[in-house]
């Protein structure tokens, strides 16, 4: 079975599929080690972890060579980063056509405006639109037809109304799903309430990103499961787990002059814990 039917299949089961982030390979064999069945690339974990301001300023080279040596280092399909396709319908294609070229199992592709400088805003409905058909049609034409298109919104994301950006977000996810979506991805969502209003309305799987700033305490995986989310992206987890453990770690030996607070802390791992990383 291909990774992309695999992943199609982990999305339409009855069980949330959970797609903790990635930011480089070794998060990505973390994540596959402890039992995940797939893995999401976040193309702000990877500017984050490169030191760079923005995805804008990562830019589709580097994320596309990082994305290349998650795929690699794991065995569970990878669902790539795609940002906004980079630029128009046209460029879309050649974004999809190289993601499909490293062993990408899906992609996201958003209707945010990369690189601009706040207020955040969306694309017109149509470009968007363009942008899902310019994706399908590539991944058909590379021959991996199952490829997983993720349609994200950041409809409500951005918006000054929320119930004015809940309703675009849900015309907007269907739209994209009637133009070659597989699965209806929408931000900024913070609450349970929200989450069955965009399952009830969106006519095919939702995907919701949670254990975020903004929705953490508000929503749990098992609950997201009870609403019937198919999909359920953690794209700051794993990056922002790493920046706490490592600075909890620096400090205590800065602070100790020792190493008696971590061992105490068992901070550090073991060998016996990078057994199943080095391959």
Known sequence: MSKSRLLRELISSPETLVMPDAYDPLSARLIESVGFKAVQCSGYSFALAAGCSSEAALGLERNLAITKAIVEAVDVPVMADGEDGFGDPSIVAETVRAFVRVGVAGINIEDQVLGESAPRRVVDRGLMVEKIRAARKAAQQEGIPDLVVNGRTDALAVASNRSEGLEEAVERANLYLDAGADLAFVTGVVTLSEVKTFVDRIH????????LPNNISSMSVAELNACGVARVS??????????RA???TLTALRESGDFSAILQERLLCSPEELSVLMR
Do not use: E, K, M, Q
Request: glycine share 10%.
């Open 246 to 248: 490592i600075t909890r």
């Open 204 to 211: 095919g799987p939702v995907s919701i990103a949670a254990g």
């Open 234 to 243: 953690l794209p700051v987890f794993v990056v922002f787990s790493a920046i």
